[in-house]
């Protein structure tokens, strides 16, 4: 399947048409890459791309440090979780991409994935062509696709666990999704709360992280526009 500028705008409304049009593209060709190539699979993505970095308006995350963004930087637990061991990693290997890759544990890995250098060069991490192939990989392996074909409010839910660590903006979420399903012609999900006896069967979460996914349930990110060179980033005013 494809998705046309027109859909990606009623699911992300403040998308702007600029902006559409430079990331329409990447977006289309990381859900053809990562097999996310039906409606039920592009709409849950598109969904949670929607959450995760308001409306695709979001690439990087605004670096104060902030308290809790100290804790990035050697030596701490949370930086040993990200594998950041040197000087000045947590702000090197900060958040970026629509599903935020964090820490240099995981740039080397998701580097390595996708052939692209990510540890010489994190800034890369930002870049449309690179951010979108990012977030789809996460995506794939983390077997979400298979929990989108469900297409059970349990099945999403699971699907925001394991990218957010929690449910962390989960009515949200939910919200875009129901958005994309009609734009993109998916069945509305089907709740199994009351199935007690019978629970539905969820696909096994695969051994594959990219590192300590509850970040953003203890604090709230605060992200900055998206990059498209490799430029300094003019500073916005948070949201």
Aim: hydrophobic content about 40%.
């Amino acid at each position: 399947m494809t998705m046309t500028a027109e859909q990606l705008r009623v699911i992300m409304p403040r998308l702007s048409a600029q902006r559409c049009a430079a990331f329409l593209p990447f977006l289309i060709a990381a859900i053809r890459e990562f097999a996310i190539d039906t409606p039920a699979r592009a709409a849950a993505f598109s969904a949670q791309l929607a959450h995760e970095s308001g409306q695709l308006q979001f690439m990087q995350e605004l670096w104060g440090p902030t308290e809790a963004q100290t804790r990035y930087e050697p030596v701490s637990t949370l930086a040993t979780r990200l594998g950041n061991t040197e000087s000045g990693d947590g702000r090197r290997f900060k958040g970026r991409g629509p599903i935020q890759l964090t820490g240099r544990a995981n740039y080397q890995t998701f580097g390595r994935l996708l052939g692209v250098d990510l540890v010489a060069d994190p800034a890369r991490a930002a870049l449309p062509e690179v951010a979108f192939r990012i977030a789809g990989l996460f995506w794939q392996k983390k077997g979400l696709n298979e929990l989108a074909d469900l297409l059970t409010d349990e099945a999403f839910k699971e699907i925001t666990r394991r990218i957010n660590g929690g449910s962390n903006g989960l009515a949200d979420r939910r919200a875009f999704y129901a958005v994309a399903r009609r734009v993109l012609g998916v069945p509305e999900a089907r709740s199994t709360r009351g199935a007690r006896r019978a629970p539905a069967a969820l696909p096994p979460e695969p051994a594959f992280t990219r590192g300590w996914e509850a970040i953003r349930t203890r604090t709230r990110r605060r992200p900055v526009a998206a990059t498209r060179t490799r430029k300094t980033t003019k500073r916005p005013r948070t949201r």
